[in-house]
């Protein structure tokens, strides 16, 4: 074959053009899931271990938190309901626009953002935060964007914030969307410990799902 008389062509980045393509798969797979109509996982319903943390035995305090993957904002308005400084962050904006209608119908004032978790700096969510929540978020980003949501919530975080989080277990669902293969990954108790440091974790509880899930709670180093 003939080439074009010349060696200053650069090299395809094949790596970084992988990595393009699973986002964009990522992408269009959630997309889809909302132009179906309801998600699988929109059940509408705020889980106990949230309830938990905030209603129960050692309830946090109101103050500033930050959800991640709000999908259509039940659990961002149920923080504003109880007093919290909700900010929430979906990557799609239908998701983001059905939020918003739920936290008006429900008369709270959270602030949503249609944006991708993994590059906070893009929006405007100065922080500090005392509470970042994940619902199934993180256990779908592609792995090579994780240590940048890592480092985005680590540069947001109060000193002794909290983060919830909720996350499959590697393959548990046999991967419903093959091309995505982040998803088979899932999230494990040592990714988190490696993946963030200047974090404790404090708890790792097994969800109550037919396949391996977690409940995963993380603790920010006061002293840093
Ligand atoms: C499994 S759903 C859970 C949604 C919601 N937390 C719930 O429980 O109903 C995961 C959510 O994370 C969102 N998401 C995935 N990757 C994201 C990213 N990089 N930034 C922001 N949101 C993301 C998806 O759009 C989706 O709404």
Redesign the pocket.
Request: aromatic share 4%; charged share 15%; glycine share 14%.
């Given at each position: 074959m003939n080439r074009p008389h010349t060696t200053q062509q650069p090299e395809p980045d094949s790596t970084t053009t992988q990595q393009d393509r699973e986002e964009e798969s990522?992408y269009r797979a959630?997309e889809g899931y909302y132009r179906a109509g309801k998600a699988p996982?929109?059940t509408g319903v705020t889980p106990p271990e949230l309830v938990d943390l905030i209603e129960g035995p050692g309830t946090l305090p109101p103050g500033r938190a930050l959800e991640?993957?709000?999908?259509?904002g039940?659990n961002a308005t149920y923080l504003a309901r109880h007093g919290w400084e909700v900010t929430a962050?979906?990557?799609?904006d239908s998701?983001v626009g059905q939020a918003r209608e739920k936290a008006e119908a429900a008369g709270v004032a959270v602030r949503l953002l249609h944006g991708?978790?993994?590059r906070l700096d893009e929006l405007d969510v100065p922080g500090p935060f005392d509470l970042f929540f994940d619902?199934?978020?993180y256990c779908?980003?592609p792995l090579h964007r994780r240590d940048a949501y890592a480092a985005g919530l680590t540069h947001r975080a109060a000193p002794g914030a909290r983060l919830l989080m909720f996350g499959y277990g590697p393959e548990p669902l046999g991967n419903p969307v093959p091309e995505v293969t982040s998803w088979a990954a899932g999230v494990t108790a040592d990714e988190l410990r490696t993946r963030f440091p200047g974090w404790e974790l404090l708890d790792v509880t097994p969800g109550t799902n037919s396949v391996p899930t977690f409940w995963f709670t993380l603790h920010r180093n006061a002293r840093l």
């Open positions: 990522v959630l996982w929109d991640l993957g709000c999908g259509t039940t962050v979906d990557l799609i998701a991708d978790a993994t619902l199934s978020c779908g980003i």
